[in-house]
């Protein structure tokens, strides 16, 4: 996943990180996203069960045309350093009354393993807290998948629960683990605060006065 340094054009850059930015799908990134989608190996680590999608379905769901309100949100994840797509973010589970929402990470096997998911994590956990508003995030993990596990903690992350058999994996009914993320905790993580920096680069104290 290497490469020349390919800045993103003009507006791409809607939820920022380190290594990564986030930003709406766009029709170059349909490939990438039926992928994850199909793909048996990706796929093995949904909480969810999924039906393979077509080319056709791909770009109907492409053309559905802006987000609602209520979500789900959807967001390409883009590695800075080679200026490709190599995932997807989302904001689901929206419930504005009671400000909480569910979020997820998918990312192809060949941006595993270098840190990308964690800054893209960061990056919209950050966004979901500082700029959408949420006071609370919630995100599941199979019982079988160390690594989202680690990844989900790494984050801030809490366990608060356990489903148990309710996905059906490999001849074997698995449970779900569930985690959480309350906006004071995130207001206590140093780590977090500097990708709030990121996502907020505007100061919202009060405004100077001058004499």
């Known amino acids: 996943m290497n490469g020349e340094i390919a800045g993103p054009a003009d507006g791409d850059v809607c939820i920022p990180g380190r290594r990564t930015y986030l930003r709406p799908p766009e029709a170059q990134d349909a490939a990438l996203l039926r992928f994850l989608l199909n793909d048996p190996e990706t796929t093995a680590w949904f ?13 109907r769901w492409m053309e559905r045309g802006a987000p609602d309100i209520n979500g789900p949100w959807h967001f390409t994840i883009v590695d800075r ?62 019982d079988f998948n160390r690594a989202s596990q680690a990844l989900i903690e790494r984050v801030g992350y809490r366990l608060e629960g356990r489903r148990r058999e309710v996905v059906y994996r490999d001849g074997r009914w698995c ?37």
């Open 175 to 211: 449970d779900v683990l569930l985690y959480g993320l309350l906006r004071s905790d995130a207001d206590e993580m140093p780590e977090m605060q500097e990708y709030r920096r990121l996502v907020v680069p505007i100061p919202t104290g009060p405004t100077p006065t001058t004499d």
């Open 81 to 142: 350093g080679s200026g490709r797509g190599i995932g997807l973010a989302s904001v689901d589970a929206i419930d504005w009354r009671n400000g909480t929402a569910g979020i997820a990470v998918k990312l192809h096997p060949d941006a595993r393993g270098h840190g990308l998911a964690h800054d893209a994590a960061m990056a919209r956990t950050a966004w979901a807290f500082y700029v959408a508003g949420f006071r609370r995030l919630g995100c599941a993990a199979m």
């Open 47 to 59: 909480t969810g069960f999924n039906v393979p999608v077509s080319t056709s379905d791909q770009q």
